[in-house]
């Protein structure tokens, strides 16, 4: 006497014709709201755009008198020419300077140290410096200006280059080993014993393994760090005094106290200095984002 065992419960097939309704089904269920929501804030960042660029185009004769939202029946480009003839070069080779002279160290020397934090971990020293790494992120900016202030003038570097390169070095190491190490730790033991087997050491692994497979991170942490230095006001307004060592957020300021109620030569002097920033997002605004993104939750 044999016994059949009961065959094992299925999901019911859904037809092809079945299926295909229900997909169309899910298909026209729009959200509204979200898409509405998303079309108003569109408006809310797009409209201020433009009215920075029509009105830069606009004669400070003309600004007056006419709607402010519509585009100038004459364009001129004087407001742009008199930013330039303001010294506006030599603020953006104060600003390009400033952030190349604090980037690229920064990069170089946060992804070392991440390298030996993630190699190292099992060491006690290591993960104490991690940890002061992770406590400057706890830091803000504002908080430090007067300790930075006395030690660029105990240093005599005030009113240079240099008292805006070196606090901007230390501001950005903390969160560039945080992107850094994580992504380190993500590359396989595997080639790391495997580069060790062919007899390399821990220098030539660290340049020849760990940085091409962390390429997309070192891209992150270099745009970010450029946009965040690019954009610094603080600093430069605190430890630089005299007109040529200003970088393009002050000299910005300056320009509204030194145009006075013209609006179309500070707007003029707006879009030049956005200009740079724009087209570095631009080109790195994948990496940006998906670094960031894959760094914080792995």
């Not at 009105?55 to 600004?63: C, E, G, V």
């Not at 005030?158 to 992504?183: E, M, Q, T, W």
């Amino acid at each position: 006497m044999t016994a059949t065992l009961p065959e094992a419960r299925r999901p019911p097939r859904i037809a092809p014709r079945e299926r295909q309704r229900r997909s169309s089904r899910r298909a026209g269920r729009r959200n509204w709201a979200g898409g509405l929501a998303g079309w108003l804030w569109l408006v809310v960042v797009a409209v201020p755009l433009y009215w920075t660029l029509i009105t830069s185009l606009k004669a400070q004769s003309r600004y007056y008198a006419s709607n402010p939202l519509v585009p100038p029946g004459d364009p001129t480009l004087d407001n742009y020419r008199l930013v330039v003839e303001s010294d506006f070069l030599r603020y953006l080779l104060n600003s390009v300077v400033v952030t190349a002279g604090a980037v690229v160290p920064a990069v170089v020397f946060s992804f070392m140290a991440a390298y030996a934090i993630v190699r190292g971990r099992h060491l006690r020293m290591l993960r104490a410096v991690n940890g002061l790494f992770l406590m400057g992120l706890a830091i803000p900016l504002q908080a430090t200006v007067i300790p930075v202030y006395l030690i660029i003038i105990k240093l005599q570097l005030y009113d240079s280059l240099a008292a805006l390169i070196l606090p901007s070095i230390a501001f950005a190491i903390p969160l560039s080993v945080l992107v850094l190490a994580n992504f380190v730790r993500d590359v396989p033991g595997e080639l790391f014993d495997s580069m060790r087997v062919d007899g390399a050491g821990e220098w030539t692994t660290m340049w020849r393994l760990a940085a091409p497979l962390t390429r997309p991170a070192i891209l992150t942490v270099t745009i970010f760090n450029a946009l965040t230095i690019w954009n610094g006001f603080l600093l430069p307004l605190v430890l630089t005094q005299s007109p040529e060592r200003r970088t393009l957020p002050l000299a910005l300021w300056t320009f509204q106290g030194q145009y006075g109620v013209n609006v179309p030569a500070v707007l003029a002097a707006v879009v030049l200095t956005t200009l740079p920033v724009l087209v570095l997002y631009a080109f790195g605004r994948r990496q940006l984002l998906s670094g960031l993104t894959a760094g914080f939750s792995r």
